[in-house]
């Protein structure tokens, strides 16, 4: 089994910046892509950013790239999320997803970017 936990969210002011974490834990595959998800109030699920299993890809939406980063220490099984200029449409609850046979989410943490 794998538990991921997200840490790192709050709330800041229009063009803040905030990392998000993802912490793997139990028995996580052995080569594993993850990804950021993130859903606004009455929005659709979207997906942010994927880091491959090598690190070697990554994928960003439209609306964040050249804002958002993602990396990964592999020591500490942890993926990071460094989102920079955030504005209002960034906030949301963000998830990180991993997809081994089935999907394993965390619990979400939440994000607001407000004035």
């Known amino acids: 089994q794998l538990q991921l936990v997200e840490s790192g969210g709050g709330s800041v002011l229009p063009g803040g910046s905030l990392r998000l974490s993802c912490v793997a834990s139990g028995t996580p595959p052995e080569r594993y892509d993850i990804s950021w998800i993130r859903q606004a109030p009455g929005e659709e699920r979207e997906r942010v950013s994927c880091?491959?299993?090598?690190?070697?890809?990554?994928f960003f939406a439209d609306g964040v790239k050249g804002r958002f980063a993602i990396s990964r220490d592999v020591a500490k099984n942890t993926v990071y999320l460094q989102m920079n200029s955030l504005k209002a449409e960034d906030t949301a609850v963000y998830c990180c997803?991993?997809?081994?046979?089935?999907?394993?989410w965390g619990q979400g943490t939440q994000v607001t970017v407000s004035s």
């Open positions: 880091l491959s299993s090598s690190g070697g890809s990554r």
């Open positions: 997803l991993v997809v081994s046979g089935q999907g394993y």
